[in-house]
């Protein structure tokens, strides 16, 4: 990121004190959906693909507060929580609001056929890690989505790179074409 | 601003001590609905209002409030009960309950582990506690903060005020500007991964 300039950082998961202290030292407008607590993920799921889905997708999108565009989108675990309609839906919204070039990061769960009944909860810890602060509980099959589906959800976010993780995670960059 | 009763929350004498005793039943009684909680005047949580909200003393809102709330060199507190539908200006806020509309504070907001807050948050200081709801945008960096303040004063409550006292000079007094240092969010991998 450009560290010469102030930026605007979307979370799409909830709000955490040392997420909040990471980005405010730095100076960053937050925006946070929070879609685990607020519903959010039912709504977009059960949204009916077309003009109400996305309709649903942009009324979630905070007000903005000084106009500047989002730089950077941290999707967390969430895509897998989503309906690649919903999730394409949402990220076009997001993208409409973001500056050409700005970054979207996703976790997919891909080795496991299984993955947590609710997402996780990333927060930083000291030494710069992210920890998953959520409570174990149930289980449910994981979509595993392929990097062209995952492709296909991001909007106008076109894939810039991908890794597998160690936690038998797959990690996306994505980067919005102008 | 608001009546005072005979007894705090916890308990303790509070500044009717000195009334006769039917007075200090009745404040007694009122302490039920709004009072005094230690140093702020309280809304209890019977009590609805549907309305703008000004005041120059501290207050804690234990009840249902929808309009504008303006304690711009106060502090409030939404108790676990309150319930508060507005655009809400003061020195700091911290909030228990829940909130829709957007928090502007000179000073600092914070957003305890039960609270459920929808709305913008802007203030130079901002914590939320794990396990607090939010969902809306937080601006803190302080030139940002300033710019915003400096326009919302005049376009909450004090718009349609326009003429009498300016909540311009308010604003003057949030945190003074900095460069903006360090923009660089070094997010690293989950711990774990390879």
């Known amino acids: ?18 997420m909040l202290a990471l980005l405010g030292r730095s100076g960053c407008c937050v925006e946070i959906l929070d879609l685990p607590n607020f519903g959010s993920i039912d709504q977009l799921n059960m949204a009916e693909p077309g003009p109400a889905l996305a309709e649903t997708a942009a009324a979630l ?47 997919i769960y891909y080795s496991e056929r299984d993955m947590p009944e609710h997402p996780a909860h990333f927060v930083p810890a000291a030494d710069g890690e992210l920890v998953d602060r959520s409570a174990p509980g149930a289980v449910i099959a994981a979509p595993r989505y392929s990097t062209e589906e995952l492709g296909n959800g991001m909007g106008r976010f076109v894939l810039d790179r991908a890794r597998l993780l160690g936690n038998g995670m797959q990690e996306f960059l994505f980067q919005l074409g102008s | 601003m608001f009546e005072r009763n005979k007894k705090d929350d916890e308990g303790n004498e509070s500044q009717s001590a000195g009334r006769p005793d039917s007075d200090k039943n009745f404040g007694s009684f009122r302490s039920k609905a709004s009072g005094r909680s230690g140093d702020s005047a309280v809304i209890g949580r019977s009590i609805q209002i549907d309305g703008d909200l000004r005041g120059d003393e501290d207050l804690r809102i234990e009840g249902d409030v929808s309009g504008n709330v303006e304690l711009k060199n106060n502090a409030l507190t939404i108790g676990k009960e309150g319930k508060v539908k507005a655009d809400v200006y003061a020195k700091s806020i911290a909030v228990d309950g829940e909130t829709m509309g957007d928090l502007y504070a000179t000073e600092r907001v914070t957003v305890h582990v039960n609270a459920r807050v929808q709305g913008n948050i802007i203030s130079p200081k901002v914590s939320i506690e794990e396990g607090a709801r939010f969902k809306g945008s937080i601006e803190m960096d302080p030139a940002a903060v300033e710019k915003v303040l400096g326009t919302t004063t005049t376009s909450g409550a004090d718009k349609r005020n326009a003429g009498n006292k300016s909540s311009a000079t308010d604003t003057s007094k949030v945190a003074p500007k900095r460069p903006v240092k360090d923009s660089s969010a070094n997010l690293n991998p989950p711990s774990g991964t390879s």
């Open chain 1, 1 to 18: 990121m450009d560290e010469t300039r102030r930026h605007v950082v979307l979370d799409l998961g909830g709000a955490s004190t040392a």
């Open chain 1, 61 to 107: 999108l905070p007000n903005r507060l000084t106009g500047d565009a989002i730089d950077l989108v941290l999707c967390w675990d969430l895509p897998n929580y989503l309906t690649l309609n919903a999730l394409s839906a949402l990220m076009t919204s997001v993208g409409r609001r973001a500056r050409p070039g700005a970054v979207a990061h996703a976790l």
